[in-house]
């Protein structure tokens, strides 16, 4: 498993996301990952399973210091004492008395932004997490909490995909040693509609979708969540990482569409905000 560094933390470049994993499906989905060999997960306090999680996690053998464990806070709870809160219920239910990477899952328009970020860094300091970062935060919304706010952030997870350019917010995060974290990284399926990407799957005997995601942890500063409950599914994934991409395969991924963004909800930033606004 490759690893990735940025500002002194350390996170397995592959792991598994699991959002709208529910249930027993859920916990057992998570064991057999770790079982598999990951020991990146991710979580959040939306999506209503971190209790299931934290069930796979006290289940399996892996020892908790071997696992690197995200979640992260809504954006209605954002305040201080909502943020404190969410953090004290999510770790009830993880059953685990740290994360490793806590994050803000979405700006909000109304939100006090220092505010947020000092809550943060406290809730770091007192050992609740042992880094701190941000979701869905576009470049210019990164200049402001890196240069103007100063808060020591390691992470941002957006949307990105081989169907999704992510240009300014990647420049940003690797000149600022800012890991990013790729979500819905196989675009939600369907990549073998785009005839280069299928030609380049056909060459490796491999899926379009692990050509897409071997790409994404080609990259450096890069790591990658696909959701995946099945063991069938959650293998694949973890065998990407075992291709060799060409020059051929990159040129034919550079070649696809670069706007086909998945997740846009009402409260989203504006993503094209120019960086230094």
């Excluded at 103007?148 to 995909?161: K, L, R, S, T, W």
Aim: charged residues 20%; hydrophobic residues 45%; proline residues 6%.
């Amino acid at each position: 498993m490759q690893t990735l560094t940025a500002r002194g933390m350390t996170m397995p470049k592959l792991g598994l996301g699991t959002f709208r994993m529910t249930g027993a499906a859920c916990t057992e989905g998570v064991l057999s990952a770790l079982e598999l060999g990951y020991r990146h997960i991710d979580t959040a306090q939306m999506y209503g399973n971190e209790a299931e999680v934290g069930a796979a996690l006290a289940a399996s053998p892996v020892p908790r210091g071997d696992i690197h464990l995200t979640t992260k806070v809504w954006w209605e709870n954002l305040a201080p004492a909502a943020m404190r809160a969410a953090m004290e219920a999510s770790l009830t239910k993880l059953g685990t008395a740290y994360v490793d990477l806590y994050l803000i899952h979405w700006p909000s328009p109304q939100m006090d932004l220092p505010a947020a970020l000092e809550t943060l860094v406290k809730l770091r300091d007192e050992g609740l997490a042992r880094h701190i970062g941000v979701s869905n935060f576009t470049a210019a919304l990164l200049r402001r909490t890196v240069e103007e706010i100063g808060a020591p952030i390691v992470c941002n997870q957006v949307e990105y995909h081989v169907l999704l350019d992510q240009t300014k917010v990647l420049d940003y995060c690797r000149a600022h040693d800012i890991a990013v974290t790729a979500y819905c990284p196989l675009a939600r399926g369907g990549l073998g509609v785009w005839p280069g990407l299928a030609e380049s799957a056909a060459r490796h005997g491999a899926a379009p979708e692990q050509v897409a995601l071997q790409w994404l942890l080609e990259q450096p500063g890069v790591a990658a969540i696909p959701k995946a409950s099945q063991a069938k599914n959650q293998k694949a994934n973890f065998d990407a990482q075992r291709l060799v991409l060409t020059d051929a395969d990159r040129a034919a991924i550079a070649a696809l569409p670069k706007n086909q963004r998945i997740v846009n909800p009402g409260m989203a930033p504006a993503w094209d905000a120019p960086v230094g606004v």
